[in-house]
């Protein structure tokens, strides 16, 4: 392993990271094809984060962009964490997990950054740093930003599927991914 390995291994062992799976592999690989294909799935909006976000298209960048940033990096960390899911679930929970999941790969992003560790943060669904993202104006905290791991144009399913984890649909538990490319 590699010294930015051991690094970030040694920020995941901190108590905030409690709960998390961490996956230590190559970084996912996509083209211009690929990235339009899930452009073209976020499009359809049924998250409500298209056009609304500087984490989501088409505010985080264009295809080519995400080919060329996704390019720049050769290793990966993908933190899981699997959420029970109570019977009267509704959407505060699910944007409550959301948050918090995004709220860590910020965090491990930045220690890594101090750390001296260039890095990408993606996570599950749109930025959710700012209260009330400022897009279509500037990014008020470009730092801060977790760009869609759909809107980068990787195929989770198949990109886990290589690494021998299932990724599922299950009734009553939804586990949530992020990805540091570095």
């Given amino acids: 392993m590699n010294g930015k390995t051991e690094i970030l291994k040694g920020i995941l062992s901190r108590p905030d990271f409690s709960g998390y ?10 083209d211009v ?9 976020c499009a359809e909006n049924k998250c409500g984060c298209y056009g609304t976000t500087w984490g989501c298209p088409p505010g985080s960048c264009t295809e080519q962009e ?9 290793d990966a960390v993908v933190l899981y964490r699997r959420f029970e899911v109570p019977d009267d679930a509704d959407e505060a929970f699910y944007t409550h997990i959301t948050k918090m999941c ?13 750390e001296g560790i260039e890095n990408l943060p993606l996570g599950d669904g749109g930025c959710t740093y700012c209260n009330k993202c ?21 195929d ?8 021998g984890i299932e990724f599922k649909f299950e009734k009553g538990a939804v586990t949530l991914y992020s990805i540091i490319l570095y």
């Fill in 33 to 41: 094809p690929q990235v339009r294909h899930y452009r073209e799935l």
């Fill in 102 to 114: 995004q709220e860590n790969i910020r965090k491990l992003s930045l220690v890594a950054i101090s």
């Fill in 134 to 154: 400022s897009y279509p104006e500037p990014c008020r905290y470009p730092d801060r930003r977790v760009i869609s791991i759909s809107g980068m144009g990787v």
């Fill in 21 to 30: 799976e961490a996956l230590w592999t190559g970084a996912p690989s996509v």
């Fill in 156 to 163: 989770m399913k198949s990109y886990l599927k290589e690494r």
């Fill in 66 to 74: 995400a080919v060329d940033m996704m390019a720049r990096y050769s």
